[in-house]
């Protein structure tokens, strides 16, 4: 328990620059960086690093098909989004998978895509963190962090 109190204290005095903070996006909680610049694009969260090495996008929808599990859920947006490579994890309890994608960069060098997907059946989530290749080592575990701190809140209480 102390530890935890001590990274408290840290976190809510501004500690380090990936101090993070909690944000909402309809009934979906998540951790992201705090000193973070965010905007909106198109009905998605954006937040980008104040160095513009990394960016992530936020993503939450509504399930279309009443009733639906959250792994046939997850199944389905795994496909619909090029099935392979895809890493099953549960994230807040719920399904979800992840993939890491590389891709050369416009401007030369490499970007890696880091890409969370979840669902719990009703509400559908992603997270797409891009970041410098030469950055990885900076952001890398950010990402997981940010990925894995999703939460659904359920109307009405569990």
């Known amino acids: 328990m102390m530890l935890g109190t001590v990274l408290a204290v840290v976190v809510a005095a501004g500690g380090s620059a990936d101090a993070l903070a ?19 694009e198109d009905g998605t969260n954006k937040f980008t ?11 939450v929808g509504a399930v279309q098909t009443a009733g639906m599990k959250g792994d046939t859920c997850v199944d389905k947006i795994v496909a619909s989004i090029g099935g392979a490579g895809w890493e099953r994890l549960k994230v807040g309890g719920q399904p979800a998978a992840k993939r890491l994608d590389s891709d050369n960069a ?14 719990d059946g009703r509400t559908t989530w992603s997270v797409v963190f ?11 575990p950010l990402a997981q ?6 939460k ?5 209480g569990k």
Do not use: I
């Open 49 to 59: 690093a104040p160095s513009g090495d990394a960016y992530f996008l936020v993503d």
């Open 106 to 119: 416009p401007n030369g060098g490499a970007v890696d895509t880091v890409t969370y997907v979840g669902c």
């Open 152 to 156: 659904l809140q359920r109307a009405g």
């Open 130 to 140: 891009y970041l410098e290749q030469g950055k990885k080592e900076r952001f890398a």
């Open 22 to 40: 909690s944000f909402q996006v309809k009934n979906v909680s998540l951790q992201v960086p705090a000193a973070w610049a965010r905007s909106m």
């Open 145 to 150: 962090k940010v990925g894995t701190s999703v």
